[in-house]
C-alpha cells in the first residue's frame, strides 16, 4: 500500500468505520509475522507477538501522526514487541528453524547440481544458525536491513535510532555473524570491495 492509501484507511477507521482495520490486516499480517517469526524463532512466540502487534496498532491508532509509513511504524510495534520477549524469556534448549519450518526456502530446481543446491542450503542454515547466536539488537537491525530491505531512515524509525547508529550497528553486526561463521568453519564471502557493495553485504545474498 502507498502511504497516500494507507492514510485514507486510518481516516476511515477513526472516522467509525472499525471494519476498514482489516484492510491494514491484511495488508502487512505477512509481514509483521515473518520479522516475528525471524527473530523469535517460534512460530507460536510470532503469532502472539503479531497479534500483539496489531492490537496495539488499533489501539493507538489516534496516535499515529504519518511521519513514516503505517508499515514501518507497525514494524516498530512488532520489533519492540520481539525484544521485550526476547528478554524475558528463560534460555531453554530449541531446535533453530530450518528453512522448511520457516516458511522462506526456495522451491528445488531439478536442473541445478545437486552438490551445489546442497551446498547453498547448508549455507543458509548456517547463517540462519548464525543469527540465532546474535544478541537480540543485532540480530533485529540485520533482519530489518538484509531481509525487509528498510532503509537506514527507516531501521531508524522502527529501533529509534539515529542513522549513523543504525549503520554502525548493522556493521558491527555483519562483523559478529562473520566471526561466528568462520569460527563454525562455514564459508562466508569476503566483504566487496567498493562501498555500495558493502551496503548490501554478504549476508542477503545467502538469505
Avoid at 64 to 79: A, C, E, H, I, N
Avoid at 97 to 105: R, S, Y
Avoid at 175 to 203: W, Y
Amino acid at each position: 500500500m502507498t502511504r497516500e492509501e494507507e492514510r485514507l484507511v486510518i481516516l476511515q477507521v477513526l472516522a467509525g468505520d472499525a471494519s476498514r482495520f482489516e484492510v491494514l490486516v491484511r495488508a502487512y499480517e505477512k509481514g509483521v509475522y515473518n520479522l516475528a517469526l525471524r527473530m523469535l524463532k517460534n512460530e507460536q512466540d510470532a503469532l502472539d507477538a503479531s497479534q500483539e502487534a496489531f492490537f496495539r496498532a488499533w489501539r493507538a491508532l489516534e496516535d499515529f501522526r504519518g511521519d513514516s509509513k503505517f508499515s514501518v511504524w507497525l514494524y516498530r510495534m512488532t520489533s519492540n514487541i520481539c525484544l521485550d520477549m526476547l528478554r524475558r524469556a528463560s534460555r531453554r534448549p530449541e531446535a533453530s528453524l530450518t528453512d522448511e519450518e520457516g516458511g522462506e526456502a526456495d522451491l528445488p530446481d531439478p536442473a541445478a547440481d545437486p552438490h551445489r543446491a546442497l551446498e547453498r542450503r547448508e549455507v543458509r542454515r548456517a547463517i540462519r544458525e548464525g543469527l540465532d547466536r546474535l544478541e537480540p539488537e543485532f540480530r533485529q537491525v540485520l533482519l530489518l536491513r538484509e531481509m525487509d530491505g528498510l532503509t537506514y531512515d527507516e531501521i531508524g524509525q522502527v529501533t529509534g535510532l539515529e542513522p549513523g547508529t543504525v549503520k554502525s550497528r548493522i556493521f558491527r553486526a555483519r562483523r559478529k555473524l562473520a566471526a561466528i561463521l568462520t569460527e563454525r568453519g562455514n564459508f562466508f564471502a569476503p566483504e566487496p570491495s567498493n562501498e555500495e557493495e558493502k551496503e548490501g553485504g554478504g549476508v542477503r545474498a545467502q538469505l
